[in-house]
Nanobody, 124 residues
Framework: QVQLVESGGGLVQAGGSLRLSCAGS????????LGWFRQAPGNEREFVAAITLSGGSTYYADSVKGRFTISRDNAKNTVYLQMNSLKPEDTAVYYCAANRDVVITTALATYDYWGQGTQVTVSS
């Protein structure tokens, strides 16, 4: 069992930046691929970014590529999402998730543990 708690969300103007954090506890954090997803009102939850166990590889949705950066610190049991050049369409609840596989996946169903989410609102 892995418990995940997100933080760092808030209200920011378009063009601004936020850094989300997700702290993990429970089983060995470094054994999991970690991902970030988001869900806007009326939309399905969608993949944003993911990172491998060691942090050596990352993968991004096209909509955030070049603006968002995912990273992890296994010593601190934390995964981060640095979000730059934010746009109003980035407004959503952001969730972190853990996957017991060793390869990056983008499908929600492949992630075993989820946080409660943190709200990000980007004003125009």
């Amino acid at each position: 069992q892995v418990q995940l708690v997100e933080s760092g969300g808030g209200l920011v103007q378009a063009g601004g930046s936020l850094r989300l954090s997700c702290a993990g506890s429970g089983r060995t954090f470094s054994n999991y691929v970690l991902g970030w997803f988001r869900q806007a009102p009326g939309n399905e939850r969608e993949f944003v970014a993911a990172i491998t166990l060691s942090g050596g590889s990352t993968y991004y949705a096209d909509s955030v590529k070049g603006r968002f950066t995912i990273s992890r610190d296994n010593a601190k049991n934390t995964v981060y999402l640095q979000m730059n050049s934010l746009k109003p369409e980035d407004t959503a609840v952001y969730y972190c998730a853990a996957n017991r596989d060793v390869v990056i996946t983008t499908a929600l169903a492949t992630y075993d543990y989820w946080g409660q989410g943190t709200q990000v609102t980007v004003s125009s």
